[in-house]
């Protein structure tokens, strides 16, 4: 079965502490692994893909295949990072995603 | 706005009635998703559609939801006699055959049953 696991629903860090968001996940085979981000009044957005490697706003993330996790992290949060991240997969073939139930962020002044 | 687009933003209905929603995807995207989210949850896949076959339906769509996208362009998705439980936001996503893994998210339609 493919399964998202995101264990905190809330996670609220001072600004320029660095930022672990967790995420685990469940899946047969070879997946693809994503970071979503939604900002207060604004879509769905990727933030960033295990497969590119790059790093998006500072924030990066390894997929982890032992651990099966893929945490994002940021050494130096600031206040714009405040919202809802979401971690997803997809599995072969390129179709639906899966998502975790999300973490929201707050970054504190 | 070359973004996907959803319509209505909002609706609400009383149990029993049928409502219809309509996604706009992002020109020239092949495949179509539909997805639900419910307060405190992730979205939900519901179904997808590659140009106007419908290729993979969630055991969440039960018979009262019907999804179609004609002419390969935009989708409907219907929801027949509905009941409090279908209160949710459905979220469209379209993706393109270059990166059919990026899939960009319309604002979605907040559905209350009332």
Request: aromatic share 10%; proline share 5%.
């Given at each position: 079965?493919?399964?998202?696991?995101?264990?905190?629903?809330?996670?609220?860090?001072?600004?320029?502490?660095?930022?672990?968001?967790?995420?685990?996940?469940?899946?047969?085979?070879?997946?693809e692994l994503f970071w979503?981000?939604?900002?207060?009044?604004?879509?769905?957005?990727l933030l960033l893909r295990h497969i590119s490697r790059e790093s998006i706003k500072g924030f990066t993330a390894d997929l982890n295949k032992?651990?099966?996790?893929f945490h994002l992290k940021?050494?130096?949060?600031?206040?714009?990072?405040?919202?809802?991240?979401?971690?997803?997969?997809?599995?072969?073939?390129?179709?639906?995603?899966?998502?975790?139930?999300?973490?929201?962020?707050?970054?504190?002044? | 706005?070359?973004?996907?687009?959803?319509?209505?933003?909002?609706?609400?209905?009383?149990?029993?009635?049928?409502?219809?929603?309509?996604?706009?995807?992002?020109?020239?995207?092949?495949?179509?998703?539909?997805?639900?989210?419910?307060?405190?949850?992730?979205?939900?896949?519901?179904?997808?559609?590659?140009?106007?076959?419908?290729?993979?339906?969630?055991?969440?769509?039960?018979?009262?939801?019907?999804?179609?996208?004609?002419?390969?362009?935009?989708?409907?998705?219907?929801?027949?006699?509905?009941?409090?439980?279908?209160?949710?936001?459905?979220?469209?996503?379209?993706?393109?055959?270059?990166?059919?893994n990026e899939?960009?998210?319309?604002?979605?339609?907040?559905?209350?049953?009332?």
């Open positions: 079965a493919q399964r998202v696991t995101q264990p905190e629903k809330l996670l609220s860090v001072f600004k320029g502490a660095p930022v672990e968001l967790k995420c685990n996940y469940s899946y047969s085979g070879s997946p979503y981000v939604q900002y207060s009044r604004q879509r769905l957005q032992g651990e099966t996790s940021k050494p130096f949060a600031q206040e714009e990072d405040s919202a809802m991240y979401y971690c997803a997969l997809s599995g072969q073939g390129a179709q639906k995603l899966v998502f975790g139930q999300g973490t929201r962020l707050t970054i504190n002044p | 706005d070359t973004g996907v687009s959803q319509d209505p933003r909002h609706k609400i209905t009383k149990r029993g009635q049928n409502v219809t929603f309509r996604c706009d995807p992002i020109s020239e995207h092949n495949r179509l998703y539909w997805y639900r989210q419910t307060l405190g949850q992730g979205p939900e896949f519901l179904t997808y559609f590659q140009n106007e076959a419908q290729l993979e339906k969630s055991r969440l769509l039960s018979d009262r939801f019907s999804a179609e996208r004609p002419k390969g362009s935009f989708s409907t998705l219907e929801i027949q006699r509905t009941e409090q439980g279908d209160s949710a936001m459905y979220l469209c996503a379209s993706s393109s055959r270059r990166a059919l899939q960009f998210f319309g604002p979605g339609t907040r559905l209350t049953v009332l």
